[in-house]
């Protein structure tokens, strides 16, 4: 499996092992009981076998070690969304990712830098290693999503939603982003990379990029929910 | 109260609470209502049923009859070959797509829903004058 | 023996002219079963479009509009013109014949609900031919993209045709109720019907309470796109999430009306070949009501990755549903447990099924959880689940069905060496089409892609996925061959070939108009089986 590049990655990386598991135990025994039942139970004579019709203990038993497994995934599997969807008071940056046909535009907020992209010059965010950066999605027209698959993390832009969430890159590099909500034509190209560099580097490029005026207009018809 | 009447009510009492769950859990509307208006219809479903209390008294509901018990009794009356299903369905696609390609369209559906309809009722009453 | 009377209408009984008027159950569901193997045909060639389309990385063998259509008609197509219409066309045919009545409630309203089903079918395949093209806004239809999105004709066909498709279902559903309710031979209590009876009419259910929302979601869209509504355009006061909320609380209980007549095909076929009587009726009567139930409150398991849902409640609704759906392999493997069992075809199918379907029940555990749902959503991954719960697990049913109940229907049986082939095909193709899925997902391969970069592993997990698919469609052509064969050659069959334990084996094969001359007794839910046992004890 790819990445693991964030922190939130980390979180959902050690749900999927859980769930990995349990998958793999319970399949495991059930795909056992299945095959033994096909090889084992084989018809080899005319007599009519036991007709039971059901074992109250053996039903109840199943149905509790159910409830209780799935009790313990959705324990694990909140405490891990709540870490994941945590937003810093302080971030060290603040983005407006806005999706639109067929690419995406970034703008920093404070002043900061706007980039905008196309399907032929795919635009790419950077952003400080180690630090908080806040994105508020949303897009211009149709649904996208936000998908880098590094991070093992996506978010949907929709058009008059304006969606937060939190980034913590762990480690410096070039990271593959994608759309990942079938918005048209080109939604196979509407492609973008995430540049996570050393704080240092960030801060000379936001010096390098940093425009005279405001960022763009926001798309319009934005609100929260 | 009968297995049916069981299932209707307590889905609708499932619906309720799950409903109810959601709205204090979300505040979100679409949700709530859809949930709030499917054990409407449940509980709905359930009182006819309730009202309709011969329905209780069904010999398919009692454990111990046989059919060989019903000999030579009519189970009911079912409609034998008909031309308006058909008609009735090329009415509605005709004239449905009459909001895509023209009101001319819509026209011609609806005359074609309105034959069958009426070919639908007349059959019906001569049916049950028979 | 209670007697039927029918209407006398004069009127052609045979040929062409009499299948446009029947109001027979029997012929209704023949009919529907058939044009269900149609649009299977013609969505099956999409779909191996589809692969081939992706078999090459950057190297598509469509346009970026046809692309795009192709997967929309496909998964419509199955969805909603194949794997829920077989459902509801078997049970039009067994329904009546497992309870023992003379036919459907309502025989012209069932009529109807099946010309409006094909006619509904061929008007939103009917996109194709227009000029720009058939709807390629995916089954889901998210507005904007099928509103402002979608300016063609074609869109429109597909509202329309999935209006008419779900009037035909809530129209069956209320007539598979009623059957039910009102037209149980003497002595069959509700707790003593089939199970196959039992998930038709907790499918009846759902459809009742889930395609309402779906038609007044179609509604609105039309309104939208051809009236000037506003309802999902947020630059004027409407909600993109809305759509989704709407569109999702019917999407998720239709994927119950997709399994759950299944999973009753399957528990009236094991029993049957492990000589055992369903283990934990009861359990599994209240699973399904569960399953019911549970389903309408998990809808916006689908919009985890929209930050504008509680997803906590979500989640723990799609993890609670596992357990009823997990429970019912006790009861499967309980009827085999000790038993006595053989393999015809039938059999191996159902077999499939359980092997398979369990592998879609997990991974459906697994993005039940936000955080792994991030991460696979809209990813090959649910590609993988999706097709393991509906192909590994509906259409590996389906099949098994045929096998069991063709018999009954045409009173010939199908060839025993043409199946096996067939299982084996089917099974090794749709294994290696679809695992290889769950990798490319989590890889990070995103859906509804005309084409994709060339990233390690990615062309070789598609290789192997494009070549499963030709294994699996040579599997379906078997299985055409099969049907052909076997109808040309006239085996007889029977009353009852396979030993069976309910009332549809009571009959000749094909039955009677009114389907019983007489009927058993009806004292458990095997009364067939309990006549066949008093005959033979001394």
Redesign the interface.
């Known amino acids: 499996m790819p990445g693991g590049a964030t922190l939130q990655a980390g979180d959902i990386h050690h749900v999927w092992d859980v769930f990995l598991l349990a998958a793999i135990g319970v399949a495991g025994i059930v795909y056992i009981l299945i095959f033994w039942c096909i090889v084992r139970y084989r018809r080899r004579s005319e007599a009519l076998p036991p007709q039971f019709h059901h074992h109250a203990v053996v039903e109840t038993a199943c149905t509790v070690t159910a409830l209780l497994i799935v009790a313990g995934l959705f324990a694990l599997s909140y405490g891990a969304e709540a870490r994941i969807e945590r937003l810093d008071p302080r971030p060290a940056a603040t983005v407006r990712v806005t999706g639109f046909d067929w690419s995406w535009r970034f703008e920093y907020a404070g002043g900061g830098p706007t980039v905008t992209g196309t399907p032929e010059h795919p635009p790419v965010l950077v952003v400080p290693v180690g630090r908080p950066v806040h994105i508020q999605i949303t897009s211009a027209d149709v649904d996208h999503a936000f998908f880098v698959p590094a991070f093992l993390f996506k978010r949907d832009a929709i058009p008059g939603l304006l969606s937060h969430f939190d980034l913590v890159v762990t480690r410096p590099g070039m990271y593959r982003g994608e759309c990942a909500e079938f918005c048209g034509l080109d939604h196979a190209a509407m492609n973008f990379t995430v540049s996570a560099v050393t704080p240092q580097a960030y801060q000379q490029w936001l010096r390098e990029r940093r425009t005279a005026g405001p960022p763009g207009p926001a798309a319009s018809g934005v609100e929260n929910p | 109260m009968?297995?049916?009447q069981g299932?209707l009510l307590?889905?609708a009492a499932?619906?309720l609470v799950?409903g109810a769950?959601?709205w204090f859990?979300?505040y979100?509307s679409?949700?709530a209502l859809?949930?709030l208006t499917?054990a409407v219809?449940?509980a709905l479903a359930a009182a006819y049923?309730a009202l309709l209390r011969r329905?209780a008294s069904?010999?398919?509901?009692?454990?111990?009859?046989?059919?060989?018990?019903?000999?030579?009794?009519?189970?009911?009356?079912?409609?034998?070959?008909?031309?308006?299903?058909?008609v009735?369905?090329?009415g509605?696609?005709v004239g449905?797509?009459g909001?895509?390609?023209g009101w001319w369209l819509a026209v011609l559906g609806a005359a074609g829903v309105t034959a069958a309809l009426v070919g639908?009722v007349r059959?019906d009453r001569a049916?049950r004058s028979? | 023996m209670s007697t039927a009377a029918a209407l006398p209408v004069p009127g052609p009984r045979v040929g062409l002219l009499g299948w446009l008027t029947t109001t027979n159950h029997k012929h209704i569901g023949i009919l529907y079963m058939t044009t269900t193997l149609g649009f299977f045909a013609l969505a099956g060639i999409m779909a191996l479009l589809i692969r081939a389309d992706l078999t090459v990385p950057n190297h598509p063998i469509v346009g970026r509009q046809t692309y795009a259509e192709l997967f929309t008609l496909h998964g419509t197509g199955m969805i909603f013109l194949v794997i829920a219409p077989f459902g509801l066309g078997l049970a039009n045919y067994i329904l009546p014949l497992q309870i023992g009545a003379p036919d459907m409630a309502y025989p012209r309203l069932n009529a109807l609900s099946y010309w409006l089903f094909l006619l509904g079918g061929l008007v939103v395949m009917s996109g194709l031919l227009t000029r720009d093209g058939a709807a390629a806004a995916g089954w889901v239809a998210y507005a904007p993209l099928s509103t402002t999105g979608s300016p063609g004709a074609g869109m429109d066909l597909w509202i329309v045709g999935v209006l008419m498709v779900s009037a035909s279902s809530i129209m069956t559903a209320i007539n598979l109720i009623a059957t039910t309710v009102l037209y149980r031979a003497p002595g069959m209590i509700m707790w003593r019907i089939p199970v196959f009876c039992w998930d038709m009419v907790v499918t009846s259910l759902i459809i009742l309470m889930a395609f309402p929302p779906l038609a007044a979601t179609l509604a609105m869209l039309l309104i939208d796109r051809r009236l000037g509504g506003h309802a999902f355009d947020p630059s004027q006061g409407g909600s993109a999430v809305v759509y989704q909320h709407l569109f999702w609380f019917f999407g998720h209980p239709e994927v119950y009306v997709m399994v759950l007549p299944y999973f009753g095909m399957i528990t009236e076929i094991i029993p049957v070949f492990s000589r055992k009587p369903v283990f934990g009726y009861t359990a599994f009567v209240l699973t399904t009501l569960a399953i019911a139930g549970l389903s309408m409150a998990v809808w916006a398991h689908h919009m985890f990755t929209t930050g504008a849902v509680v997803n906590p409640f979500f989640s723990a609704m799609s993890l609670l549903i596992a357990v009823p759906t997990g429970i019912k392999y006790v009861n499967w493997i309980g009827t085999m447990w000790r038993g006595a069992i053989v393999f015809p075809t039938a059999m191996l199918f159902a077999v499939g099924f359980l092997l398979n379907f369990l592998i879609g029940g997990v991974t459906g555990v697994m993005i039940a959880s936000p955080p792994i749902d991030f991460w696979a959503e809209d990813t090959y991954f649910i590609v993988a689940h999706m097709h393991y719960v509906l192909g590994g697990g509906s259409l590996f049913a389906l099949f098994a069905a045929v096998y069991y109940w063709f018999p009954k229907i045409t009173g010939v049986m199908l060839r025993e060496r043409w199946g096996r082939l067939q299982f084996w095909l089917v099974f090794v193709g749709f294994n290696a089409t679809f695992w290889p899925m769950h990798l490319l997902g989590l890889w990070g391969m995103q859906r509804r892609v005309v084409t994709y970069p060339d990233l390690p592993g990615w062309h070789a997990m598609n290789l192997i996925a494009s070549l499963g698919s030709a294994v699996l469609g040579l599997g379906v052509l078997v299985f055409l061959w099969n049907l052909w064969v076997s109808l040309r050659d006239r085996v007889p069959a029977g009353p009852d070939p396979w030993g069976g334990y309910t009332l549809e084996w009571a009959t000749t094969s094909p039955p009677p108009e009114f389907n019983f001359e007489t009927l058993p007794p009806i004292h458990s839910e095997r009364p067939v089986f309990d006549l066949r046992r008093s005959r033979n004890a001394p």
Do not use: K
């Not at chain 2, 111990?64 to 009794?73: H, K, M, N």
């Open positions: 009968n297995t049916t299932i307590g889905s499932f619906a799950v769950i959601y859990v979300s979100e679409a949700g859809m949930l499917m219809g449940l049923l329905r069904l010999a398919a509901d009692q454990r111990d009859v046989r059919p060989s018990d019903a000999r030579d009794e009519a189970v009911g009356v079912f409609a034998s070959h008909s031309v308006w299903p058909p009735l369905a090329l509605c696609a449905l797509t909001l895509i390609y639908l059959d049916a028979r």
